[in-house]
């Protein structure tokens, strides 16, 4: 037991993303917006664009729960389970508000660059 605390929690984080689902659940989201944004730009629908925006922000909110019930099925009777430590309310509230300004950084270059191109 010569492993010092913080090498056991890399261990433990690595073991969450060792399987390849968080990896597939982020190539599923950039697939998915890659579709509807190409539809969008062949048949100029405002709603395709409606759709894409809310399904994405679905998709992350919810990401970490469709994951783990993914995992919960595939995952955890093969290798078993780690409980992980809970975020204090000042890191949640950190990665919430990081989140919230990457969507919007996203949504917003994009739709700038579309208006930018039909111009």
């Known amino acids: 037991m010569n492993e010092s605390i913080n090498e056991v929690k890399k261990k433990t984080f690595q073991y969450w993303t060792i399987?390849?689902?968080p990896d597939l659940y982020i190539g599923f989201c950039l697939i998915l917006y890659t579709i509807l944004t190409m539809l969008y730009?062949?048949?100029?629908?405002?709603?395709?664009?409606?759709?894409?925006?809310?399904?994405?922000?679905f998709?992350?909110?919810?990401g970490r729960i469709i994951i783990d019930k993914i995992k919960f099925y595939f995952t955890y009777?093969?290798?078993?389970?780690?409980?992980?430590?809970?975020?204090?309310p000042k890191e949640l509230s950190l990665r919430i508000l990081y989140s919230f300004f990457c969507c919007n950084f996203t949504y917003f270059n994009c739709n700038f660059y579309f208006i930018y191109k039909r111009n």
Do not use: M, Q
Request: glycine share 8%; charged share 15%; proline share 6%.
């Open 59 to 62: 998709l992350i909110a919810f």
């Open 19 to 21: 399987d390849g689902v």
């Open 77 to 88: 009777p093969r290798t078993g389970y780690v409980v992980y430590k809970k975020p204090t």
């Open 41 to 57: 730009t062949k048949f100029g629908f405002s709603l395709i664009l409606i759709f894409r925006n809310i399904s994405l922000l």
